[in-house]
């Protein structure tokens, strides 16, 4: 089992950058598929970014590829998904979530959400 909890979300101007923060406690998360999803209002929730840990992949959705990365400190038990060039339409509530690496597409834990705000 393991504790999420999100932070680095504020307000950017399009075209600068943010870098968001997953701390874990528990279970470290390098033991965990981890992913961050966001969800605009009026939207379902998708998945932006993940990590493979038992592959030592990444995937991205095409519409942040690119510009978003997604990375770990294992000393610090910290994951990041750094944004750059940011656009307006990825305005949303970003989430931390991890998966146990024997049921990779099961997300059973999640951060509380923290809040990105893109201007014109």
């Known amino acids: 089992q393991v504790q999420l909890v999100e932070s680095g979300g504020g307000l950017v101007q399009a075209g600068g950058s943010l870098r968001l923060s997953c701390a874990a406690s528990g279970r470290t998360f390098s033991k965990y598929v981890m992913g961050w999803f966001r969800q605009a209002s009026g939207k379902e929730r998708e998945l932006v970014a993940e990590l493979r840990w038992s592959a030592g992949s990444t995937y991205y959705a095409d519409s942040v590829k690119g510009r978003f990365s997604i990375f770990g400190d294992n000393t610090r038990n910290t994951m990041y998904l750094q944004m750059n060039s940011l656009k307006p339409e990825d305005t949303a509530v970003y989430y931390c979530?991890?998966?146990?690496?024997?049921?990779?597409?099961?997300?059973?834990?999640w951060g509380q959400g923290t809040q990105v705000t893109v201007s014109s």
């Open positions: 979530a991890a998966a146990e690496e024997a049921t990779p597409g099961q997300y059973d834990y």
